[in-house]
């Protein structure tokens, strides 16, 4: 049984000064003064559990069950002055107009997954393993946020072979079989599966306006991947290795800007296209 925790913390901070002495076509010949602020974290958590089971001398089996948690949000502020008329003062009170600060709100993402793993060798010489993911993402709708992937593959050790095992100048040689599949959810918001608004500003008062059309049957993009190859070991010195491998994407995370007009938000996330490398 196996914890694992671990955590990516970022703080930071940034300022921008344009000195009134500076000759600035933006500013009117006026310094201004820019304070930045930004805070991210994220979290994750594994727990897994192994067990490994000699059934004879000739089988064995491992199997394998986890569970994995992520969470990550982040925060920013800026604020901003201009007018400054002098460089020894150059901080955001000595400016004569403040700016609307901008803040970026609090986004947050989190997945929970629950994963499972089989692994079988006869002989130490085959091999066969079966994975199955279940993964969960606060980033898609809740018609497909959840999502789950299967994966397999086998091997033969043909070294281990009677009529191998004395050929000295061959110290490696496999023969490996896999196929699978996993899911993307980068490239798009925390929140496109939403349909949201957002303050804005109209002359000096509070406005809102809508930020996002939303799309509630947003989900995973999946690449489904095989794989056949061999690779070996010659005279203790020379590896090789060769593959051949076809991956499909399909239900591909894309976004499209809408013909102005059609809506105020004129983004639109979406599942979409299919691409095949080989």
């Known amino acids: 049984i196996k914890s694992l925790l671990g955590t990516d913390l970022i ?7 344009i000195l009134p002495s500076i000759p600035s076509a933006t500013t ?26 000699d059934v004879t001398d000739d089988h ?16 920013s502020f800026n604020s901003r002055t201009q007018g400054q008329s002098d460089d020894r003062f150059m901080e955001l009170g000595h400016g004569t107009e ?10 947050k993402y989190e997945y929970l997954s629950f994963f499972g793993r089989v692994d079988y060798s006869f002989m130490h010489r085959y091999f066969v393993n079966f994975t199955i993911r279940n993964d969960r993402s606060s980033r898609f709708g809740m018609e497909r946020r959840s999502a789950s992937f299967p994966s397999g593959g086998v091997k033969w ?18 023969i490996v079989g896999e196929i699978g599949s996993v ?24 406005a809102f306006y809508q930020s996002s059309i939303g799309n509630p049957t947003l989900g ?12 070996g070991r010659f005279f203790d010195r020379f590896n090789v290795e060769m593959n051949y491998y076809r991956r499909k994407t399909k239900d591909m995370l894309m976004t499209i800007t ?6 105020a938000a004129r983004s639109l996330a979406f599942n979409g296209g299919e691409m095949t490398n080989k």
Do not use: C
């Open 157 to 174: 050790d043909i070294k281990q072979e009677n009529f191998l095992k004395d050929v000295s100048w061959i110290n490696v040689l496999n």
């Open 11 to 17: 703080d930071s901070r940034g300022t921008t000064k």
């Open 28 to 53: 009117d010949n006026e310094g201004y003064v820019n304070e930045s602020f930004a805070r991210s974290s994220t979290w994750q958590i594994t727990n897994t559990a192994e067990y490994k089971w």
């Open 220 to 231: 995973w993009e999946t690449q489904i991947m095989s794989n056949v190859g061999f690779s």
């Open 183 to 206: 899911g993307n959810s980068s490239g798009i918001g925390n929140y496109s599966h939403l349909a949201l608004v957002g303050p804005t500003t109209y002359g000096k008062a509070m």
């Open 60 to 75: 064995q089996l491992i199997f394998l069950l986890g569970h994995e948690g992520i969470v990550g949000q982040s925060q």
């Open 258 to 263: 809408l013909p102005a007009g059609s809506a």
């Open 98 to 107: 403040a700016l609307l600060p901008s803040l970026a709100g609090h986004p």
